[in-house]
């Protein structure tokens, strides 16, 4: 029986015994996937809680396009900007396999195949987000100037990705030495020989090593628009080692003693008095506000 539109949990339950009687083998790459979009959607649920039920959402980068399809589920139009990727691989087939329940309960959803830089849509949408997305764009500037345009007045675009002026690389779970050139010298053994990433020549190769200076400096010149920065994402990020199992193993042990020591002691909540620049996570809000000074 198909699960009630509010219940994601429950809608990914539905794929999940799907990817396990179609194709077992990609069940671990699915329950990454899937708790990868289970935290997103509770990052991104508050923001949602103004808008009406028929509201246009945009989404970029929607990988499997779990939460776009769950949205689609509670009534949102959606419209999702997923570049085309090789039919075959495991991403495909797990996609296809979504969007083909999404389509069984006849849960419609826009998807456009190409790069956010080439989106081509104005005012049209009441809100975009982003999730792990920004830092593998190969133009930083074209795409939040292509997503801010595609918003309608008022509207928002909400993204979270890692901000490299902070030390660390979260797809290798490497520390970082001031810049990607200098990191991929000194590190080049781990980064190209990483099995913790399928493709981690193409996965390096396509950060752009973003950080909030980068996004401030941006949104500088543009005009009409305001900016803000949460605080929230890393203390809960940290808690995630204690509460999400893939997510822990994902991360190098040390790095999880350290977060279980550092949970323990309350201390992972100091990071919002921290600024923004210097948190390992980016959480911005553009609000579209056209003929108002930026």
């Not at 339950?13 to 959607?41: Q, W």
């Not at 970029?60 to 009534?75: D, E, F, K």
């Not at 996965?203 to 949104?219: E, F």
């Amino acid at each position: 029986m198909p699960s009630a539109p509010d219940n994601f949990d429950g809608w990914v339950a539905e794929i999940r015994g799907i990817v396990a009687a179609r194709h077992p083998e990609l069940s671990e790459m699915f329950d990454l996937f899937a708790n990868e979009a289970l935290f997103g959607y509770g990052w991104l649920r508050p923001s949602l809680s103004e808008l009406s039920r028929d509201a246009h959402i945009l989404e970029v980068g929607g990988g499997l396009t779990l939460i776009s399809c769950q949205l689609a589920r509670q009534g949102y139009q959606v419209t999702v900007v997923e570049p085309i990727s090789d039919g075959f691989s495991s991403f495909a087939i797990l996609q296809k396999l979504v969007l083909e329940h999404a389509e069984s309960q006849s849960i419609a959803i826009r998807l456009l195949p190409c790069c956010i830089e080439d989106l081509n849509a104005r005012n049209e949408f009441d809100t975009a987000f982003s999730i792990n997305v920004m830092e593998h764009v190969a133009n930083v500037d074209e795409a939040l100037r292509r997503v801010i345009l595609s918003l309608k007045p008022n509207g928002f675009y909400r993204f979270t990705c890692p901000n490299y002026a902070f030390p660390y690389e979260p797809h290798f779970n490497l520390p970082t030495l001031f810049s990607k050139a200098m990191t991929e010298r000194a590190l080049n053994r781990q980064i190209f020989g990483s099995a913790r990433v399928e493709q981690p020549a193409a996965i390096w190769a396509s950060l752009n090593w973003i950080t909030v200076g980068d996004v401030k400096r941006i949104c500088s010149t543009i005009s009409g628009i305001s900016v803000h920065f949460g605080k929230t994402m890393t203390p809960d990020s940290v808690e995630r080692v204690t509460t999400d199992r893939a997510f822990a193993r994902r991360r190098a042990p040390w790095m999880v003693r350290l977060a279980k020591f550092i949970i323990a002691s309350r201390l992972h909540r100091l990071a919002t008095l921290l600024p923004a620049g210097a948190l390992p996570l980016i959480d911005c809000t553009i609000i579209y506000r056209p003929g108002q000074a930026s």
